[in-house]
């Protein structure tokens, strides 16, 4: 059963290995009527300069969306916003991202999305992430947040909030996604079409930090 279309459509950003059937980001795909999944050439071996190449066709055919990334999908929307500032983005959600400089238990085909991005990201965004993450610790979470500008949501221990850690739908990642669509919905001052007119005032986004 479908849920109802909103302001903004949604672009399903999915990490490694992408979200096979069961990850909450597939539940999202096909459970909204405005949602898509991108699509990647390669999976299992992400190559940095090609999976950017996927996700501006895919922002570019679906203008004034809202990207849920997860893992190494949240890096990949980071990357994204600092190739692509005036790029037409309402929003992201930033799930578990992966901590490719520390975390010494990810594959080296990551390597390439190294150094991680902390430039502050040009549309409002929340990170959220687990105290008992396997690939990022809560506080090295926190800080990429506070770099990217965006509110911060600590989950609690919820491991890399995906298909192992338990995660089907998730009803709590709706919630925070409803904030999300709420608080793009409620200024007009964060419109695409404001941000490139420079009439934008990232600095100014009306999230509360959370933990």
């Not at 390669?42 to 809202?66: E, G, K, Q, Y």
């Not at 709590?172 to 695409?192: H, M, Q, T, V, Y």
């Not at 007119?197 to 930090?209: N, V």
Request: aromatic letters at 8%; a negative charge; proline letters at 7%.
């Amino acid at each position: 059963m479908s849920t109802r279309a909103f302001t903004h459509p949604l672009l399903i950003v999915p990490g490694l290995s992408g979200s096979g059937a069961g990850h909450w980001q597939a539940h999202w795909a096909d459970r909204f009527d405005d949602a898509r999944q991108i699509t990647q050439d390669d999976w299992d071996h992400p190559d940095l300069i090609a999976w950017l190449s996927n996700l501006r066709a895919a922002v570019s055919d679906t203008p004034d969306a809202i990207l849920v990334g997860h893992s190494l999908g949240s890096v990949l929307i980071a990357h994204f916003a600092r190739t692509d500032p005036r790029a037409a983005v309402a929003g992201a959600m930033l799930v578990a991202p992966a901590d490719i400089e520390t975390c010494s238990t990810l594959p080296d085909c990551l390597a390439a999305f190294g150094p991680m991005p902390r430039e502050r990201l040009p549309f409002p965004s929340i990170t959220v992430a687990s105290t008992n993450d396997p690939y990022m610790t809560i506080s090295r979470a926190e800080e990429f947040a506070r770099a990217w500008g965006s509110d911060f949501h600590n989950v609690g221990a919820c491991g890399h909030i995906n298909i192992a850690a338990g995660f089907g739908p998730w009803a709590e990642g709706k919630e925070i996604l409803a904030e999300l669509r709420g608080a793009i919905d409620a200024s007009n001052r964060f419109s695409p079409a404001a941000r490139r007119s420079g009439r934008a005032q990232p600095d100014t986004f009306i999230f509360q930090h959370r933990s």
